[in-house]
């Protein structure tokens, strides 16, 4: 899929195409120096990257004042949504060239973020309304790192392939969790779980 196309899909305004073509253009130059996204996903880069990210805006809750993305690598989704407008978005990243991409993007979009170049374990709680990540952990574990960052309220929002379901039974063993699911617009099957409510249940016997 070409830019225009995703610009046809998910409605973002031309000045936020514009920048999102600066990220791309400088992922392929930073992509043949470091490993940034799997090489096989680059000629599918607006489909696979950007419009997987870009499908979260719309489920940011309303009056969201911060929004942490947990391993954010080359930045899907987290810099994205910054770049669409999402608010005082921090990036937690543990790869420093990782990082230095994230900022060299956020510096040519004229995007603000805040890159964390940390493991999330030492990251001191963010406060955050809503907690993004995609490809990072599988939901049990991702939850046990999401929850300290999020406020009162927060909520979390992660892309999630074919093993979803699998992965939310096997997570209400340790959590509680009101969950919503959303069919992804780019992976079949895959799903963007929305999950509110979250808190720590009791272990099983
Ligand atoms: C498979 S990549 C996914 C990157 C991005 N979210 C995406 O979907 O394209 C996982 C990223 O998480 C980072 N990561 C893994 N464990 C981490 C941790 N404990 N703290 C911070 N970053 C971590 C890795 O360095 C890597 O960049």
Known sequence: MGPEELLTKSGVSRETLERLRLYADL?????????????????????????DSVQLFPLIKVGARRLVDLGSGAGFPGLVLAVMGAPDVH???????????????????????????????????????????????????????????????GECLFLKGRGAEDELTASAKEWNITASRVPSLTDPGGLVLHLREVSRGRAQP
């Open 91 to 153: 990036l937690v990243e543990s790869d420093s060239r990782k990082c230095a991409f994230l900022r060299e993007v956020a510096r040519v979009t004229e995007t603000p973020v805040t890159v964390i170049n940390k493991r999330i374990e030492q990251v001191a709680p963010l406060g955050a309304d809503v907690v993004t990540a995609r490809a990072l952990a599988p939901l049990d574990r991702l939850l046990g790192w999401a929850f300290p960052h999020l406020a009162e309220g």
């Open 27 to 51: 992922l392929v130059k930073w992509q043949a120096r470091i490993n940034l996204v799997g090489p096989d996903t680059v000629p599918d880069l607006w489909s696979r990257h950007m419009l």
